[in-house]
Nanobody, 123 residues
């Protein structure tokens, strides 16, 4: 089985920074895309940023220039550096990964989610 474990959330003042981490563990053959989503109270979960196995990144317009996604393939870990945080960034942040597991003579991709970490931006 595969687990995604997130860390790094917390309470920060507007303008502050946080760095989220998400480590994948288990019988992993490889990891395709990894991403960060967030869900604020009363709102739908939205994609914040994603990164492919080739390090191609995409960030939603509302966080461009403030957030940066990265990954360490050797550690099966993705990071989200969040700078210049705003109150509207307050949400539960979820890690997502498309993980390839060995199945027979090949591999099959499965989608996994972390448990979520709370980010609160408030003075």
């Amino acid at each position: 089985q595969v687990q995604l474990v997130e860390s790094g959330g917390g309470l920060v003042q507007p303008g502050g920074s946080l760095r989220l981490s998400c480590a994948a563990s288990g019988s992993i053959f490889s990891i395709d895309a990894m991403g960060w989503y967030r869900q604020a109270p009363g709102k739908e979960r939205e994609l914040v940023a994603s990164i492919t196995s080739g390090d191609s990144t995409r960030h939603v317009d509302s966080v461009k220039g403030r957030f940066t996604i990265s990954r360490d393939n050797a550690k099966n870990t993705t990071y989200l550096q969040m700078n210049s945080l705003k109150p509207e960034d307050t949400a539960v942040y979820y890690c997502n990964a498309v993980v390839r597991l060995v199945r027979g003579w090949g591999t099959t991709a499965y989608n996994y989610w972390g448990q979520g970490t709370q980010v609160t931006v408030s003075s």
